[in-house]
Nanobody, 122 residues
Framework: VQLQASGGGLVQAGGSLRLSCTAS????????IAWFRQAPGKEREFVGG????????YYADSVKGRFTISRDNAKNTAYLQMNSLKPEDTAVYYC????????????????WGQGTQVTVSS
C-alpha cells in the first residue's frame, strides 16, 4: 500500500487543521492506521491510531482531547483532525499502516506516507 499524507500548513495557536492520509494500491480497510510526528531535533513520536473498522482509537496524552482520528474506508482515507493547536504541535506529521492491531512503536509499522508539515505560530 502507498500512503499520501496531506493537509499540513501554517496556522495560529488555537486554530485547527485536518490532515488526510490517502491509500492507494490496497484497500485501507486492511490496515490499522497511526499518525506520528517529528519536530526538529526530536525523535518521531506516536500521536494516535485507529483500528481497521474505526471501533477503537488511541491517542498520546499530549494530544488527547484536542486531536481526533477518523477514517472513511470507502474513500480509502484516514484523517487527523487537530483542534486547539499549540506551538509545540509544530512538526512533520506522518501516517503509517500495519495489517495487525495498533501499536505505538514506530518500528511496528511497515508502510509510511511522506509526511506533511504543520507549523503553529504563537
Amino acid at each position: 500500500v502507498q500512503l499520501q499524507a496531506s493537509g499540513g500548513g501554517l496556522v495560529q495557536a488555537g486554530g485547527s487543521l485536518r490532515l488526510s492520509c490517502t491509500a492507494s494500491g490496497r484497500t485501507l480497510s486492511m490496515y490499522t492506521i497511526a499518525w506520528f510526528r517529528q519536530a526538529p531535533g526530536k525523535e518521531r513520536e506516536f500521536v494516535g491510531g485507529i483500528s481497521r473498522t474505526a471501533i477503537s482509537t488511541y491517542y498520546a496524552d499530549s494530544v488527547k482531547g484536542r486531536f481526533t482520528i477518523s477514517r472513511d474506508n470507502a474513500k480509502n482515507t484516514a484523517y487527523l483532525q487537530m483542534n486547539s493547536l499549540k506551538p509545540e504541535d509544530t512538526a512533520v506529521y506522518y501516517c503509517a499502516a500495519r495489517t495487525t492491531a495498533w501499536n505505538p512503536r514506530i518500528n511496528e509499522y511497515n508502510y509510511w506516507g511522506q509526511g506533511t508539515q504543520v507549523t503553529v505560530s504563537s
